[in-house]
């Protein structure tokens, strides 16, 4: 009854791992107990912790565990890891590796790196690179070796690694408690009215193009988990402002979509449409400004640049910063001097 598998094109996240035809003669019933029976191994707790976590779609849509199937459904089975990811085949890929012990690895970013594979990026990715350095990393419930949290392809920055079952154990539940500092550096389209603030707002995937996430208002998705940031303003350009981001929560794309959501989309996010000219004059000379701008950083303007968290042997707090990459330094500096020039007209 399974179908070949194959992954929604284009998704950064979820993946298809079964399609099924619902039968013409079909019974009402619960769709938690018709997967059990066309699922090898599949228990009814997986089975309702999936459509809980909005994996199980009926004609495109989620449906909770105890939607009824109806005849010429179309149930697919949504994943966060490629059916075919199995293995994970070594690569010599090098690393910045900020800090390493036996515990625990702190290693920073570049990007353009897939943190870990997924459709389209079946290699080259920091999980082929740790399992050509290091033997023997625990793996996640995804099958992920030492990881307890991931950044965006295109954001740079700090990964804290688990380098054994303890550590994986200790960080996943310090991550699962909030207790871990993350702080990134984001260039943001327009001038910020506050000095500080707090963006709160449930984060789902969109009804309607599911390569990205946005935020939904209280009870308006079952599927929306709660997501909270922290902003400082650190400098202002005028047309973009340079800010501070505090996680306390970790939603996928949650500083792009929460900025997105009031008004200050990511400077050059392609995906959130910041890769468009928001603000400013309508002078061809800004135009072509923008435009070597976006040439200098072609990403969205985003760094995790302070990661703190509890070693999980020594029980001590352990904070890094990672040096702002030179592509964001670059940028930075070319709207720094637009700034101070056109204050002086």
Sequence with gaps: METKNTAIANTEDLFEHYKFVVDPKQELLRIDKYL??????????????????????????????????????????????????????PEDIPLNIVYEDDDVLVINKPAGMV??????NSSGTLVNALAYHFDNLPTNDRNRPGLVHRIDKDTTGLLVIAKNEEALTHLN???????????????????VENEEGTIEGNIARHPKNRLIMTVFDEDANEFAKPAVTHYKVLERFGYVTLISCQLETGRTHQI??????????????????????????????????????????????????TLGFVHPKTGKMMRFESETPDDLVQVLEKWRNYSNHKAQE
């Design 256 to 305: 792009r979509v929460h900025l997105k959501h009031i008004g200050h989309t990511l400077f050059n996010d392609e995906r959130y449409g910041g890769d468009a000219i928001l603000k400013g004059t309508t002078f061809t000379k800004y135009k072509q400004f923008v435009e070597n701008c976006f040439k200098l950083i072609p990403r969205q303007a985003l760094h995790a640049k």
């Design 36 to 89: 059990m029976n066309f699922i090898l191994n599949a228990t009814r707790s997986k089975i309702q912790q999936a459509a809980k976590d909005g994996q199980i779609l009926v004609n495109d849509n989620p449906v909770k565990a105890n939607y009824k199937v109806k005849p010429n459904d179309v149930i697919r089975v949504m994943l966060t890891y490629p059916p075919s990811e199995t293995t994970i085949l």
């Design 173 to 191: 539940e310090q991550f699962f408690n909030k207790t871990t500092e993350r702080i990134y550096y984001a260039l943001v389209w327009g001038d």
């Design 115 to 120: 943190v870990h594979p997924g459709h389209g």
